[in-house]
């Protein structure tokens, strides 16, 4: 299709729990890349990927914080152990290799109580 | 350390008026610049964006200005629609390609007023 579709929608978790959350990107879109909105205006770069392979990771919290894009599957983004700094809008993006100007999922919300 | 800024948090324009939002960026290695909107509950949408070779990108009602000597790019719509009050992002790449990360700034929410 030619949305990036993300779920869920929203997200509760407790402290401590995991989280997990999809990313469905454009078809042909090789690129993916994973945002995290804070405080409703500061987007911070997580992850991307080319295909299936990590292609910048610079942005990852080093803990408890993965992410995969497997063939013929949504790629996905993990918190083990949320803490509740990590509530935030969770935005996942994908792009073709020929324009700038990525195409954004309408996000996740992720609440940790 | 923000590396765009965009220093108005709000700016309200009436209709048919011309809205500018402004930013700046610190990082020298920055070499392409992108706008965003963003609706309440949706994700960012691009809008326009300019290469750091050019100084002017135009599409329809969007203009981008960029000012490499001052770091400093602008965003006008002319004229203004109640249709885009929304938050504006301005964003920043410093590599070549389309698979680069984005440095983004805090938005400016633009209301246009009838």
């Known amino acids: 299709g030619e949305e990036v579709a993300q779920t869920p929608k929203h997200l509760v978790r407790g402290e401590g729990q995991k989280a997990k959350l999809y990313c469905a990107p454009i078809k042909g879109h090789s690129y993916v890349f994973w945002y995290q909105q804070v405080l409703k205006n500061e987007f911070k770069f997580l992850i991307s990927?080319?295909?299936?392979?990590?292609?910048?990771e610079t942005g990852m919290p080093k803990e408890r914080f993965s992410a995969k894009c497997l063939p013929n599957s949504p790629c996905s983004l993990e918190i083990q152990a949320t803490k509740l700094e990590d509530s935030a809008v969770y935005f996942c993006?994908?792009?073709?290799?020929?324009?700038?100007?990525?195409?954004f999922g309408s996000g996740t919300r992720l609440t940790v109580v | 350390d923000q590396q765009v800024k965009q220093n108005s948090p709000s700016l309200s324009v009436q209709e048919g008026r011309i809205s500018i939002l402004n930013c700046d960026y610190t990082?020298?290695?920055?070499?392409?610049f992108l706008w965003y909107k963003k609706y309440p509950a949706e994700g960012p949408t691009f809008l326009i964006s300019?290469?750091?070779?050019?100084d002017k990108n135009e599409d329809g009602r969007f203009t981008v200005f960029l000012n490499k000597s001052a770091k400093h790019l602008s965003l006008h719509i002319v004229p203004s629609q109640p249709g885009d009050s929304a938050v504006y992002f301005c964003a920043a790449s410093d590599m070549s390609g389309t698979a680069s990360k984005l440095t983004f700034g805090t938005g400016t929410r633009l209301q246009v007023t009838l």
């Open positions: 990927f080319q295909n299936e392979n990590v292609f910048d």
């Open positions: 993006a994908s792009s073709d290799d020929r324009n700038y100007g990525y195409t």
């Open positions: 300019i290469s750091s070779i050019k």
């Open positions: 990082n020298s290695m920055f070499d392409y």
